[in-house]
């Protein structure tokens, strides 16, 4: 371990003020909807989706069907300096395939559109790892450098977003706040039952430790 990079980071965390804490701000999934009113596309021009014998699809990106096997994201950075400037910028990921949710099963012509909002101290020598993971089974991966202050990812797809993770493999030893590190569209419903379990045990444990004292 050294070099310069290894230098220039030990500087940094010296001198940097805000703590290197990476975090999860926000995640949603709804189901996509067509947009209202007439809709330019490649493939048939002018198009009015609300129409009688229009097909709301025919509005849907090409890319979101995903007939190559890659995923479309549509990334917002806001950059962080005049040298270092922001954008939106389209994306297309190689999928990892993994278990779809328990009891997840894809519906025809059903399209959902899922935005997470990643938050971090700005610092300009700690990249992390970012991890994305549908319904559907699949998982996508990307290095973020960190330097600006957030990143929103929007993905439209047959599957919503279920979970996004921060430096899942645990590389940064510096944040703070591990907790904040994941979030899951919907909430863990074996957590609060294996707390309540902790819980009612040690509850147990101290009324026959109390009877015994007695």
Request: proline share 7%; aromatic share 10%; charged share 35%.
């Amino acid at each position: 371990v050294g070099g310069d990079d290894f230098a220039d980071f030990v500087v940094e965390a010296y001198t940097q003020k805000r703590q290197p804490d990476y975090r999860i701000e926000s995640l949603s999934s709804e189901r996509w909807n067509a947009p209202r009113g007439h809709v330019v596309t490649d493939a048939a021009g002018l198009i009015d989706p609300d129409a009688e014998d229009g097909d709301p699809l025919a509005a849907l990106d090409p890319a979101a069907r995903e007939e190559e096997g890659s995923v479309l994201a549509e990334v917002h950075d806001p950059g962080r300096t005049r040298t270092e400037r922001g954008g939106i910028e389209r994306r297309l990921f190689e999928p990892e395939q993994g278990d779809p949710d328990e009891g997840w099963e894809v519906e025809d012509d059903v399209y959902y559109v899922s935005t997470t909002r990643i938050e971090g101290p700005g610092w300009d020598h700690l990249p992390v790892e970012l991890l994305f993971r549908f319904a559907d089974g699949v998982t996508i991966r990307e290095e973020w450098d960190g330097h600006s202050d957030y990143r929103l990812y929007r993905f439209v797809r047959q599957a919503p977003l279920s979970e996004v993770r921060v430096d899942a493999q645990g590389v940064n030893l510096l944040d703070p706040d591990l907790a904040n590190n994941g979030r899951l569209r919907e909430p863990d419903e074996d957590l609060p039952r294996d707390w309540s379990r902790w819980f009612g045990g040690v509850a147990q444990l101290l009324l026959e430790g109390l009877g015994q004292w007695l």
